[in-house]
């Protein structure tokens, strides 16, 4: 008599299948997470405007009517007035940037003082503002102009730029 001992297979423990539903919803959970992220990401990308300066746009793959914030100084002698149309020329001293405005300007807008325009790049390679902001205060230039000028020595410590 040949007595065979049955070794019965381990089931599928309850801890297990917990283990792997608990896997399951974490994965898809982070999976929505993933999603959510990257369709905020996307709805952001039409309403975010990058600030360059012209040296930036120049050396940079700008490409035409995107929208772009450009800072820099008012080119001495370059502002021309037609009606309420304005023609002026932003630099860094590195390069410059002819901008054309329609509208009132600021009351500060003036030649070598600092000035972000917003707008769109022109297949000519220049730039159509539809705002522009002038400095509000003797201490007033986005960082990246003042970089520049510091860069190329005509940045004036506590005094006008």
């Not at 930036?56 to 914030?69: S, Y």
């Not at 000519?124 to 102009?145: F, I, Q, R």
Request: net charge negative; glycine share 10%.
């Amino acid at each position: 008599m040949t007595s065979e001992t049955v070794i019965p297979k381990p089931r599928a423990s309850r801890a297990a299948t917990r283990k792997t539903r608990r896997l399951y919803i974490v994965l898809a959970g982070m999976t929505m997470l993933g999603l959510a992220a990257g369709l905020v990401l996307f709805a952001f990308q039409d309403s975010l405007v990058f600030f360059y300066t012209p040296s930036d746009i120049v050396d940079k793959d700008v490409k035409q009517g995107q929208r772009v914030r450009l800072g820099g100084l008012v080119a001495e002698g370059s502002v021309e007035k037609d009606g309420t149309t304005v023609r002026f020329v932003v630099t860094d001293f590195a390069a410059e940037l002819p901008v054309t405005f329609t509208g009132i300007l600021p009351d500060l807008f003036r030649e070598g003082q600092g000035v972000v325009a917003e707008g769109s790049l022109l297949p000519d390679g220049s730039m159509e503002a539809d705002s522009v902001l002038a400095k509000h205060d003797e201490n007033y230039m986005p960082t990246e102009v003042a970089d520049k000028l510091k860069e190329s020595g005509r940045w004036q410590e506590g005094g006008e730029q």
